[in-house]
């Protein structure tokens, strides 16, 4: 057993280490407390939001009735719509079409699912297009076209206090175009996207393309073939 004054300090450094670890764990202990609190009160200021917004949709829905446009038995509903053009995928003089995938957004107001004064917005998922009326809306020329899925169903509805709806979708279609090949190859054609109401006469809905109607044509490659112009109208 040393007696010796060299064999007392590193029992000191000991003990100071020690007296340090307790005092940060002493500090642990009294500061922790305050930091769960302000986690609890955050989760429980979302999960009160989340659950306003549930309230809101359940009281929206509830007596809502989805066979009947908006404003039924009044004046028409316009619908207004842009589209983008995420790629040309393919031209064909042999069946007579052409192939495209884009985005497409609808616009209008439902007076019936108005929820706040203020310049609030929910994004929904798209699920929520089968609970509430949607237009009818198809593509007068198409051939054959598929909503994309990858990795959910690409639909989206943007919901406003006002009750204005932006229902947006994204997918893949296959329109007929009638070629004129007298002049072939230096021919040029004109191919259209016809989009109109299924059902509904201009009495119930009117369409209408928005300020910026088309976007995407620009940035848009087509091999063998040049985009000399592009233009949108309404028909009736």
Not at 50 to 66: E, F
Not at 124 to 138: H, M, N, R, Y
Not at 223 to 232: L, V
Request: glycine share 6%; charged share 20%; aromatic share 10%.
């Amino acid at each position: 057993m040393c007696e010796t004054p060299p064999c007392e300090h590193p029992m000191s450094a000991l003990s100071m280490r020690l007296a340090a670890l307790i005092a940060i764990l002493e500090l642990i202990v009294v500061t922790f407390p305050h930091s769960s609190s302000a986690v609890t009160d955050s989760t429980k200021s979302t999960l009160d939001r989340l659950a306003n917004v549930t309230q809101t949709i359940s009281r929206l829905l509830d007596g809502y009735d989805i066979r009947l446009r908006p404003n039924f038995g009044g004046d028409p509903l316009y619908v207004g719509m842009d589209l983008t053009i995420a790629s040309f995928d393919s031209i064909s003089e042999v069946n007579m079409d052409y192939t495209i995938t884009m985005y497409l957004n609808q616009y209008w107001k439902d007076e019936r699912l108005a929820f706040s004064n203020n310049d609030e917005v929910l994004t929904l998922s798209g699920d929520f297009a089968e609970k509430i009326w949607v237009p009818d809306t198809f593509f007068a020329n198409d051939k054959n076209s598929f909503l994309h899925d990858v990795t959910e169903r690409n639909k989206l509805v943007r919901l406003n206090g006002d009750g204005s709806i932006t229902y947006g979708m994204r997918f893949t279609t296959t329109l007929a175009c009638m070629m004129d090949l007298h002049y072939y190859p230096l021919d040029s054609q004109n191919c259209t996207v016809e989009i109109e109401s299924y059902g509904y006469t201009v009495t119930d809905v009117v369409m209408y393309w928005r300020a910026t109607p088309v976007r995407g044509v620009e940035e848009a490659e087509l091999p063998q073939f040049t985009i000399i112009g592009y233009g949108t109208n309404d028909r009736i």
